[in-house]
């Protein structure tokens, strides 16, 4: 299991190869990044905050349900913190199985339960106004699947 919670900027190819090697004996390998996207209009930065500590062990124990419920080989989470530009990466969720219907089934379950519930707190910052991203239905509405 690989969590990273981490301000830097990360090579999405680099870290799929990595993880892809690091999962030898796998049958499939799903994964999935999450990049700022401008939806307010005229998005400058979003701001990512987070608790030390807290995040990383909220992540740990998403990826430890994720991984005894789809018998997964090897989970990969990284997650952004600071301000992002539009067209950034945030985030990055790799999984490992002996079968594609549970890689793809992990990796959905981490991207529904890390939209949710992982604490990250996010703020999108225009020309004109700075305001905290709220949490949406239906994102709620898509854990009660798992």
Known sequence: MDIRVQEA??????ELNAFTNAAQGAGAIVSFSGIVRDVAGGLNTMTIEHYP???????TDIAKQATDRFDLAHVMVIHRFGD???DEQIMMVATASRHRKA???????LMDYLKSRAP????????????WVESKAQDEDALSRW
Do not use: C, V, Y
């Open 53 to 59: 500590g807290m995040t990383e062990k909220a992540l």
């Open 103 to 109: 890689a793809f089934e992990g990796a959905a379950f």
């Open 84 to 86: 992002l530009g539009p």
């Open 120 to 131: 990250f707190w996010k703020k999108e910052i225009t020309q004109t106004s700075a305001d």
């Open 9 to 14: 900027a990360f090579d999405a190819g680099a």
